[in-house]
Antibody, heavy 119, light 112 residues
């Protein structure tokens, strides 16, 4: 059974870089799927951040495109999110999820990890 | 392109049916049959319950059903149960948009 698990610091200082990793288990990341990041500020709705294909091609939310980078490491079966110059507005639960390439929905989600931006 | 519009809250008594709307535009909900719905219990990750407007993943109760008319999609929960109390989000794909994946604003379902 495919499982995704987010990991990374739970606290990041303003103006520093948020870095998260999503580890894929129970299956290979090198399949015909996209791998995505979605975030949810406390008490608010879901926001799509971006996707990456195992081959490396990416799509990003235009509102974050200038800041966000998603990369994949097939040897480690994981993909990552980097968001520099964070502010309090980046405080959220960050989820990673799978988007099979032949569909248009996220079918498997990680449990999520809360990242708080505060000094 | 902004979030799809959902009612902030919907409530119903056990056994009743409720419907949640999700309004988009002719560029997303109205253009493609790529509307999905997610259920999110407090402190948990979203769970896919409807995909491609009206299809249910394996294991999802038949009490959940989806439909679409024009730029508005709908999720109906029949035979409301206590465990249905959760937040529900719609999501639509829009290939030609600069924002290909957009979520709804979310609806809190309360079982009275």
């Amino acid at each position: 059974q495919l499982q995704l698990q987010e990991s990374g610091p739970g606290l990041v200082k303003p103006s520093e870089t948020l870095s998260l990793i999503c580890t894929v288990s129970g299956g290979s990341i090198s399949t015909n799927s996209y791998w995505g990041w979605i975030r949810q500020p406390p008490g608010k709705g879901l926001e799509w951040i971006g996707n990456i294909y195992y081959g490396g091609s990416t799509d990003y939310n235009p509102s974050l495109k200038s800041r966000v980078t998603i990369s994949v490491d097939t040897s480690k079966n994981e993909f990552s999110l980097t968001l520099p110059s964070v502010t309090a507005a980046d405080t959220a639960v960050y989820y990673c999820a799978r988007l099979p390439s032949w569909v248009r929905y996220f079918d498997v989600w990680g449990r999520g990890t809360l990242v708080t931006v505060s000094s | 392109q902004s979030a799809l519009t959902q009612p902030a809250s919907v409530s119903g008594s056990p056994g009743q049916s409720i419907t949640i709307s999700c309004t988009g535009t002719s560029s997303d909900v109205g253009r493609y049959n790529y509307v999905s719905w997610y259920q999110q219990h407090p402190g948990k990750a979203p769970k896919l319950i409807i995909y491609d407007v009206s299809n249910r993943p394996s294991g999802v109760s038949t009490r959940f059903s989806g439909s679409k008319s024009g730029n508005t999609a709908s999720l109906t929960i029949s035979g409301l149960q206590a465990d249905d109390e959760a937040d529900y989000y719609c999501e639509s794909y829009a290939y030609t948009s600069t924002l290909p994946y957009v979520f709804g604003t979310g609806t809190k379902v309360t079982v009275l």
